[in-house]
């Protein structure tokens, strides 16, 4: 079984400048999730999506980053501007469903570096 | 002990000593645990999970404990190899959707 799929694993990009990162889930998967990682903490979640629509984006700001996910399957979250603090790697993740705390599988990140 | 930006919490083994990492959570709403490992450039990968209505879970070679009165969660791995370094989260889902919050992280150094 194909994992979750993220590109691009590398990404340098002068602060005011935007950015976008894609992530394909594991198929058949309805919940996708965007995750935030600073070095040397755990991740924190940005959206959460079931199916196309959003289930939770309280942890997204919303005047920088916005994330779609048009037809339930792929999904691409954008900085626009970036700012030095957004260096982080971006986790993608998917898992079954939503309710019901299934396990969500990971996958391999997005380093940003905002310079 | 507590950790700040870079600075996590590190436990070192010898290759073959049994490794317990310990997580303390902070909803007494949550309901489901989960333990990550994470490796350097890499995703986090599901280790075992536990809900609230047990205390005890064991897989192949982890058992994860949980204690509700003191909000405490641990990560038992038996033998532990030079492949068990990594970072590893817990992390807890306070009900509804599956949304987790993850704590600091444990870096596990095991020597040969």
């Known amino acids: 079984e194909a994992g979750v799929a993220q590109s691009p694993r590398y990404k340098i990009i002068e602060k005011r400048q935007s950015v976008a990162f894609w992530c394909n889930p594991i198929?058949?998967?309805?919940?996708l999730y965007w995750y935030q990682q600073i070095l040397g903490q755990g991740p924190k979640l940005l959206i959460q999506f079931q199916n196309n629509g959003v289930v939770d984006d309280s942890q997204l700001p919303k005047d920088r980053f916005s994330a779609e996910r048009l037809k339930g399957v792929d999904s691409t979250l954008k900085i626009q501007p970036a700012k030095l603090e957004d260096s982080a790697v971006y986790l993608c993740?998917?898992?079954?469903?939503?309710?019901?705390?299934?396990?969500?599988?990971f996958g391999p990140g997005t380093r940003l570096t905002v310079t | 002990g507590e950790s700040v930006g870079l600075h996590l919490p590190t436990l070192s083994v010898q290759e073959g000593d049994n490794s317990i990492i310990n997580c303390a959570y902070s909803?007494?709403?949550?309901?489901?645990f989960i333990w990550y490992k994470q490796e350097s450039g890499k995703g986090p990968q599901f280790i075992i999970d536990i809900r609230s209505n047990m205390d005890k879970r064991q897989g192949q070679r982890v058992t994860v404990l949980l204690n509700k009165t003191v909000k405490h969660l641990s990560l038992q791995i038996a033998a532990t190899q030079p492949g068990d370094s990594a970072v590893y989260f817990c992390?807890?889902?306070?009900?509804?959707?599956?949304?987790?919050?993850f704590g600091k992280g444990t870096m596990l150094l095991v020597s040969p």
């Open positions: 993740a998917s898992s079954l469903r939503g309710q019901g705390a299934y396990e969500q599988y």
């Open positions: 992390a807890e889902n306070i009900g509804g959707y599956s949304t987790l919050t």
């Open positions: 909803n007494s709403a949550s309901d489901y």
């Open positions: 198929s058949g998967h309805a919940t």
